[in-house]
């Protein structure tokens, strides 16, 4: 009896040593098998989710940022050219952009927008936009010319009195004129001139 009882515990123990070995290589076989048909993923085991079968549950990540749009930036100036002392206006609008300035003293400005300047030279200016994306610049030039002269004109004449029905001589010069005209029906005239 006694040695009947011993075999049956040999049996037992063996047979349950030979269940663990066949599920540990079950399980070693189903991660080598997962991981040759999926070389560019990480397989994890989540020892709450195995079953008595040795089954393994993998897990894989995928996924990345969109890098952030590029900011654009347009200027421009209206007019082009003015004369000293006049204004231009500066117009601009912007995208993707979480600061504008512009150079030439501005400094910070709304995304989109425009305002008046009067520069007493040339000037160049420059927009940038800057954001998550990145930079972005424009440029507008306003052209200053010089003032024009303002129109000088002196008008004369020969006698200042004369007896009724006489006549005198009108003598006039001006400069910096494109037109001089007399009333009291003489009307256009050169510039410089002068007649009875």
């Known amino acids: 009896m006694k040695k009947i ?9 063996l ?3 030979g269940c663990s070995t066949d599920t540990a290589t079950d399980t070693d076989t189903d991660k080598v098998s997962e991981s040759a048909s999926t070389p560019a993923v990480t397989l994890s085991a989540d020892p709450a989710s195995s079953t008595a079968g040795g089954t393994t549950t993998d897990t894989v990540t995928a996924g990345g940022t969109e890098p ?11 007019p082009t050219s003015i004369t ?3 204004s231009a206006t500066l117009s601009w609008t912007s995208s993707n952009a979480d600061s504008v300035s512009i150079d ?3 400094g910070t400005v709304d995304p989109s927008g425009s305002l008046s300047v009067t520069p007493s030279a ?4 420059t927009i ?11 440029t507008a030039t306003v052209e200053v010319l010089p003032a024009a002269d303002e129109p000088v004109i002196t008008i004369s004449a020969a006698s200042e009195s004369i007896p009724l029905g006489s006549s005198t001589e009108l003598s006039w010069q001006s400069s910096n004129v494109d037109t001089v005209s007399i009333d009291n029906g003489i009307g256009t005239v050169t510039a410089t001139d002068s007649r009875s």
């Open 84 to 86: 000293a002392g006049n």
């Open 104 to 106: 030439n003293g501005i």
């Open 122 to 125: 040339t000037t160049t200016y």
């Open 5 to 13: 009882l011993l075999l049956f515990i040999i049996f037992t123990v």
């Open 15 to 17: 047979s349950l040593l």
């Open 68 to 78: 952030a749009p590029a900011p654009t930036v347009s200027l421009s100036a209206a």
């Open 128 to 138: 940038t936009a800057a954001g998550p994306g990145g930079t972005a610049t424009d």
